[in-house]
Nanobody, 115 residues
Framework: QVQLVESGGGLVQPGGSLRLSCAAS????????MRWYRQAPGKQRELVAA???????NYADSVKGRFTISRDNAKNTAYLQMNTLKPEDTAVYYC?????????WGKGTLVTVSS
C-alpha cells in the first residue's frame, strides 16, 4: 500500500525556518512528480511547490525566494525547506506524488508561524 508520511511541522516564530520531509513507500519514487500543497483554516488547498522527476521546480509566487523543494531518490523522500516564515504561511502542509493517473496524498503536517 502506497504511503506518504510528512514530518517536520511545528510552531515557529516569524522569520524562522522549518524543513518538512515526505517519506514515500511502495512506489517507484524516482518517476513521480512530487508536490507540496497547503491548506490554511477557512481557505482552499493551494499548490506551494513542485519538483519533477527531472528535478525541474516551480513555486507559488507567495513563497518564491523563501521556500525550496528538493528530492532524494535514494531515500524516497521529498523535502520543503521553508525560510523567513510569515504568519500567513500557517497551514497544514500536504505531500503529493503524481504520475499519470496515479495520485497519492499524505495526511499532512501542521505548520504554525506565530510569536
Amino acid at each position: 500500500q502506497v504511503q506518504l508520511v510528512e514530518s517536520g511541522g511545528g510552531l515557529v516564530q516569524p522569520g524562522g525556518s522549518l524543513r518538512l520531509s515526505c517519506a514515500a513507500s511502495e512506489i517507484i519514487f524516482s518517476i513521480y512528480a512530487m508536490r507540496w500543497y497547503r491548506q490554511a483554516p477557512g481557505k482552499q488547498r493551494e499548490l506551494v511547490a513542485a519538483i519533477t522527476m527531472g528535478y525541474s521546480t516551480n513555486y507559488a509566487d507567495s513563497v518564491k525566494g523563501r521556500f525550496t523543494i528538493s528530492r532524494d531518490n535514494a531515500k524516497n523522500t521529498a523535502y520543503l525547506q521553508m525560510n523567513t516564515l510569515k504568519p500567513e504561511d500557517t497551514a497544514v502542509y500536504y505531500c503529493n506524488a503524481q504520475r499519470l493517473a496515479n495520485d497519492y496524498w499524505g495526511k499532512g503536517t501542521l505548520v504554525t508561524v506565530s510569536s
